[in-house]
């Protein structure tokens, strides 16, 4: 059981691949858009299906999905800011999963691929592009690398080896089917609406509006060459991951509230696992925050669809082809 404290900046392992897809038309992932519509429809029949029982359904599995998302998908697959048993891991996927946010290998190659290009043409959601881009559409929209099966996996060597993590990517979707079943044979209806639809939206908005609000409103306590920003309503509702211009300028911290008033749950969580010895190697924030090569951010204007043609015309540096290995 210990802390290590380690260097920063180590957002990106680097190992030749082919550069990020940038979208040059958009071509609709039609099954994410019905799919997301389906969850948000669900909501119309949450008044009729309320009672405390479900609620408190609710309120116990979006809290499991939501730290799938923070703790695991982003703060420890991701990043790798600290370590838990294999076992743990692998549950701790699952519960991830559940948030019926893509397959896990997919989730973690968008996000390193986010921190690589964060704000320029070649993020896959940046609020250059809008905020509802970045909330939510950037979704709907086909990415030649980012949604390719094994194209992917070159972002994410590490998980794709794996062959637990590349069942529960491969199955991801039954998951929530299965959940959905037994809510519905514990509780009926009221438990699959606030146990799925409610609970899966709200997971939803909370993950993304640290794409879209934390990348436009807040402050910025270091300067890291992109748009991040820590906003104190969005790290409420994402349990910590609103300081998010910490994140960026540390990624490899599994703190992201990085002063006092900086309250973050998911590392109060990660404190919890560590004081029961499940964590370990618990990295945190030292030496030079990371910056992205220097681009000159008021040039990108916005990206919209035609990002190539638009950062040729404005004649933007990029950074070289970031590359991502184990
Ligand atoms: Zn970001
Ligand atoms: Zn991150």
Same mark, same amino acid.
């Given at each position: 059981?210990?802390?290590?404290?380690?260097?920063?900046?180590?957002?990106?392992?680097?190992?030749?691949?082919?550069?990020?897809?940038?979208?040059?038309?958009?071509?609709?992932?039609?099954?994410?858009?019905?799919?997301?519509?389906?969850?948000?429809?669900?909501?119309?029949?949450?008044?009729?299906?309320?009672?405390?029982?479900?609620?408190?359904?609710?309120?116990?599995?979006?809290?499991?999905?939501?730290?799938?998302?923070?703790?695991?998908?982003?703060?420890?697959?991701?990043?790798?800011?600290?370590?838990?048993?294999?076992?743990?891991?692998?549950?701790?996927? %699952?519960?991830?999963? /559940?948030?019926?946010? $893509? #397959?896990?290998?997919?989730? =973690?190659?968008?996000?390193? +691929?986010?921190? *690589? @290009?964060?704000?320029?043409?070649?993020?896959?959601?940046?609020?250059?592009?809008?905020?509802?881009?970045?909330?939510?559409?950037?979704?709907?929209?086909?990415?030649?690398?980012?949604?390719?099966?094994?194209?992917?996996?070159?972002?994410?060597?590490?998980?794709?080896?794996?062959?637990?993590?590349?069942?529960?990517?491969?199955?991801?979707?039954?998951?929530?089917?299965? %959940?959905?079943?037994? /809510?519905?044979?514990? $509780? #009926?209806?009221?438990?699959? =609406?606030?146990?799925?639809? +409610?609970?899966? *939206? @709200?997971?939803?908005?909370?993950?993304?509006?640290?794409?879209?609000?934390?990348?436009?409103?807040?402050?910025?306590?270091?300067?890291?060459?992109?748009?991040?920003?820590?906003?104190?309503?969005?790290?409420?509702?994402?349990?910590?991951?609103?300081?998010?211009?910490?994140?960026?300028?540390?990624?490899?911290?599994?703190?992201?509230?990085?002063?006092?008033?900086?309250?973050?749950?998911?590392?109060?969580?990660?404190?919890?696992?560590?004081?029961?010895?499940?964590?370990?190697?618990?990295?945190?924030?030292?030496?030079?925050?990371?910056?992205?090569?220097?681009?000159?951010?008021?040039?990108?204007?916005?990206?919209?669809?035609?990002?190539?043609?638009?950062?040729?015309?404005?004649?933007?540096?990029?950074?070289?082809?970031?590359?991502?290995?184990?």
């Amino acid at each position: 059981m210990s802390t290590a404290v380690l260097e920063a900046p180590a957002e990106v392992r680097t190992e030749p691949i082919e550069p990020s897809a940038i979208t040059p038309r958009l071509k609709l992932k039609w099954d994410i858009l019905l799919g997301i519509a389906a969850i948000h429809a669900g909501l119309v029949f949450a008044p009729f299906t309320f009672n405390w029982s479900a609620f408190r359904v609710f309120i116990v599995l979006q809290a499991v999905t939501a730290l799938g998302i923070t703790l695991c998908f982003h703060r420890l697959l991701t990043h790798r800011s600290f370590q838990v048993p294999k076992w743990l891991e692998y549950a701790l996927t %699952l519960c991830g999963t /559940l948030a019926l946010q $893509g #397959g896990v290998i997919k989730w =973690v190659a968008t996000h390193r +691929v986010h921190h *690589a @290009f964060s704000d320029r043409p070649q993020d896959p959601h940046s609020p250059k592009r809008g905020f509802w881009w970045a909330h939510v559409f950037w979704l709907f929209a086909y990415d030649d690398v980012l949604d390719h099966e094994t194209k992917c996996w070159a972002y994410a060597p590490d998980l794709a080896r794996d062959k637990v993590h590349m069942f529960l990517h491969r199955t991801h979707v039954l998951w929530t089917v299965i %959940l959905g079943l037994l /809510l519905f044979a514990w $509780g #009926g209806w009221p438990f699959v =609406v606030w146990g799925i639809f +409610v609970r899966t *939206a @709200f997971v939803y908005h909370g993950t993304w509006l640290v794409n879209s609000a934390a990348h436009i409103w807040g402050y910025q306590s270091y300067d890291t060459n992109e748009g991040s920003r820590n906003n104190w309503w969005v790290a409420l509702v994402s349990y910590g991951e609103g300081w998010h211009n910490n994140h960026h300028a540390y990624p490899s911290s599994a703190a992201h509230g990085l002063r006092w008033w900086e309250v973050d749950v998911t590392y109060a969580v990660i404190r919890l696992l560590w004081l029961a010895g499940l964590a370990t190697e618990i990295r945190l924030p030292r030496g030079n925050p990371a910056k992205l090569p220097a681009i000159d951010l008021s040039r990108l204007a916005k990206l919209r669809w035609a990002a190539p043609n638009l950062a040729r015309r404005a004649r933007l540096t990029l950074p070289n082809p970031v590359r991502i290995a184990s």
